[in-house]
């Protein structure tokens, strides 16, 4: 799959499409899901850097915030996560923050977290090109304090991060690095899935066309290191995040067919990002409709498979600044089968990550 005419293509058709069928989003719940669809991927910022400085909101206000835009979208339920912070963002906000939004909504907001302690402390390591005893014990107890704050998961952690303007990190590590092999045994022990962010490169290839710096000239084949991460500890769900949201052209129904076949293990959430993504990957066509060739993948694999926005709630969001990417979830939801939607939308992420436990 190329990169068709050797052009930056970005994926406008994937919710154009979508928005072209006049569905309604706002105030009701999913018919599928009575309750709302669940969001599994999404973030709550309580801090942020601006212009060389911390921003620190309330994490409870920008909980309520979200809520705000759940209840016009007829969402029942968000998972947030910290994104992947890496080298020069620490101390942003991870597990603790998140709990206390977490615990103030209880049944409509849950967590995972990781992204702003974990993914530091693998990034640190791929840096140094070594990982000591001391610092295997160190990400064990970070990934434990996580578990006893409450989390549902680890996340977002990054495998291979583009960096689409100069203030968003380029990250990069092996898939398969022992920190990430760590966490899929930690992960098993305690039946928590991972949330993973890997844009997929089948060869090493050049960085994708219209990127500059900090993306490297060429980008590092990762399909056989996350195929390792996979067969490494069966009992570790890991969830490969943004389906339907490919910036490299590796990343079709196809490649997601033949990786679903070969581990049980492996779930994705879905994206639809209109400002990137290239079209050919994206699961709509220029229509609005459901290319066959993803009905039949999430036909194939109908546990396997739930919704992640990707969508940033700030705390001073309300309904006149309604998230770009969440709606389309909905959309989604009512281009399946009644069967499917209620599985994606709904059952999926309550097994996933044990919700309602």
């Known amino acids: 799959m190329g990169w068709l005419g050797g052009a930056w293509r970005v994926g406008l058709v994937c919710l154009a499409g979508a928005l072209a069928l006049g569905l309604a989003t706002g105030g009701t719940a999913f018919s599928q899901c009575p309750e709302g669809y669940i969001d599994a991927h999404t973030h709550l910022m309580v801090m942020e850097a601006q212009g060389g400085r911390r921003h620190e909101a309330n994490p409870v206000g920008a909980s309520q915030a979200a809520l705000r835009v759940m209840e016009h979208l007829g969402m029942g339920m968000l998972l947030v996560m910290p994104p992947p912070f890496t ?3 620490e101390d942003l906000f991870d597990a603790e923050e998140l709990a206390l939004a977490a615990k103030a909504h209880p049944g409509r907001l849950a967590f995972l977290a990781g992204g702003g302690s974990l993914n530091l402390m693998i990034q640190r390591a791929v840096a140094d090109g070594r990982v000591s005893e001391e610092l295997r014990a160190s990400f064990t107890a970070r990934a434990e304090a996580i578990i006893a704050l409450g ?12 960096s689409f303007r100069p203030e968003h990190p380029y990250i990069s590590a092996p898939p398969d690095h ?14 928590l899935p991972i949330d993973l962010h890997m844009e997929a490169v089948a ?7 219209g990127l500059g710096a900090p993306n490297p000239p060429r980008l590092p084949a990762n399909l056989a290191a996350l195929e390792r991460l996979l067969a490494h500890n069966r009992q570790a769900k890991i969830i490969w995040a943004h389906a339907g949201w490919d910036n490299t052209g590796h990343r079709g129904a196809g490649l997601c067919r033949r990786l679903l076949d070969a581990h049980p ?22 229509q609005g409709r459901l290319k066959p060739e993803w009905l039949e993948l999430i036909r194939a694999h109908p546990d396997r498979f739930i919704l ?40 999926n992420p309550r097994r996933v990550f044990g919700l309602g436990e």
């Open 87 to 89: 080298m020069g963002q």
């Open 203 to 209: 060869m090493d290839m050049p960085r994708p066309e």
């Open 308 to 347: 992640g926005s990707d969508h940033f709630f700030l705390s001073d969001m309300d309904r006149r600044h309604l998230p770009q990417r969440a709606p389309a979830m909905a959309r989604l939801l009512r281009l399946l089968p009644p069967d499917l939607a209620e599985q994606v939308g709904c059952e």
């Open 151 to 162: 989390a549902r998961g680890f996340g977002e952690l990054a495998a291979e991060h583009l």
């Open 265 to 286: 293990n492996l779930y994705m959430s879905f994206k639809l990002d209109k400002r990137r993504g290239l079209s050919a990957s994206c699961p709509l066509d220029d």
């Open 178 to 191: 022992p920190l990430f092999l760590l966490l899929a045994d930690l992960a098993a022990r305690h039946g």
